[in-house]
């Protein structure tokens, strides 16, 4: 079936530390895929997107990259920030509407 | 402003007190989704519709029901709420030609 498997979090860094959180997903077809982020208190929001192999998505500064030989789409950030603190989630879509997400991961930025 | 909107974003409520959770969306999306979500499981479908009459099961429809009678309306109901459906829920719509789903602010429901 189709699955989305991330790293467990809690994940604790300090300010301006490299950020990789995993994520490899399992899938028929050709999914498209996605990291979403939630702020303490708040809705799910599209932090990237990338719908095809080699596709790199971007956005404040976090980036992953489509990897159909090895399955996965890790998210990165080059200097975190405190306000980056939050839960992400990967995610994959598809056929239509329908969206699988994995776990989540949270993150902590200390200043 | 383009939102989904949720309400209520609290219920406490009793065992087998029917309720309804309600979603509306102002973007003209053809489609809407609820999800649930839970520590260590992540969002987990319950129900989504592709367009106004049309819905379908998810990945854990046990014990909701959904409609979709109008375009910008998808609520979720609970007939006999228990205490396994203590919850996260979150709303989502989209537009049929792009992959990006918009959520709404979430409703936190406790069944006692």
């Known amino acids: 079936g189709n699955s989305v498997t991330q790293m467990e979090g809690p994940v604790t860094l300090s300010e301006e530390a490299f950020l990789t959180i995993n994520c490899t997903y399992t899938?028929?077809?050709?999914?498209?895929l996605f990291w979403y982020v939630q702020y303490p208190g708040e809705g799910l929001q599209l932090l990237l997107k990338a719908t095809k192999a080699d596709d790199k998505g971007s956005n404040k500064g976090f980036e992953a990259t489509y990897r159909k030989e090895t399955t996965s789409f890790h998210l990165e950030k080059g200097s975190v920030q405190v306000s980056d603190s939050a839960v992400y989630f990967c995610?994959?879509?598809?056929?239509?509407?329908?969206?699988?997400f994995g776990a989540g991961t949270r993150l902590f930025v200390k200043a | 402003e383009a939102q989904v909107t949720q309400n209520p974003r609290y219920l406490i409520t009793v065992t087998g007190k029917k309720l309804t959770v309600t979603c509306s969306q102002n973007?003209?999306?053809?489609?809407m989704s609820w999800y649930r979500q839970d520590p260590g499981l992540g969002l987990r479908q319950i129900y989504y519709?592709?367009?106004?009459?049309?819905?379908d099961k998810g990945d854990v429809p046990e014990g909701y029901k959904v409609s979709r009678k109008e375009k910008r309306n998808f609520p979720l109901i609970l007939e006999s709420p228990s205490p396994n459906q203590t919850s996260l829920y979150f709303c989502a719509s989209g537009d049929r030609g792009s992959t990006e789903a918009f959520f709404g602010q979430g409703t936190r429901l406790t069944v006692v």
């Open positions: 899938a028929t077809g050709y999914p498209s």
């Open positions: 519709s592709m367009n106004v009459e049309v819905t």
């Open positions: 995610a994959l879509r598809i056929l239509g509407f329908k969206t699988i």
């Open positions: 973007m003209n999306h053809e489609y």
